[in-house]
């Protein structure tokens, strides 16, 4: 097993490029397992299998990687899809509005209740007094919310 932390969130694009698939690869050959571990869903969706999002510690969402990109229902994971710069010509200089608000709490002091509810648009006022628990949507898409479809 490789734990890969940011393995090339400060690589140029072509080289990024060859690092990941070089990596597959070197996957593929030795039968390696990587915790590839990223802000960039981008190359989490090119190089891995399922996706588990974290926020301030903890496991909100998991997936397949194409399925939690395509069905996000946690708004964490859509608000960081929503942030992934897309390659139209004429657009990459243009502000995305992104679904979240407010600053990230100190992970010191984590907000009781569910630990995304300052900055959620949707939080109500049980994600401020209950953390919500694992609930299966779909066959293998696990998620931590009280209202994942709000």
Request: net charge negative.
């Amino acid at each position: 097993m490789i734990i890969a932390d940011e393995p090339v969130s400060m690589i140029d694009l072509s080289t990024r490029a060859e690092i990941l698939y070089m990596m597959k690869i070197v996957q593929r050959e030795l039968g390696l397992t990587y915790l590839y571990i990223t802000h960039d869903l981008s190359t989490a969706r090119y190089f891995t299998d399922r996706i588990a999002v974290m926020y301030l510690g903890k496991i909100i969402e998991m997936e397949g990687a194409d399925e939690i990109i395509d069905n996000a229902a946690h708004p964490y994971t859509k608000a960081l899809i929503a942030a992934v710069c897309e390659p139209i010509p004429g657009k990459s200089n243009t502000i995305k509005e992104i679904p979240i608000k407010g600053e990230i709490p100190s992970a010191v002091n984590i907000p009781s209740g569910c630990r995304f509810h300052p900055r959620c648009l949707y939080a109500k006022p049980k994600c401020k007094e209950e953390e919500p628990v694992f609930i299966e949507i779909e066959s293998g898409h696990i998620i931590a919310c009280h209202y994942p479809f709000d």
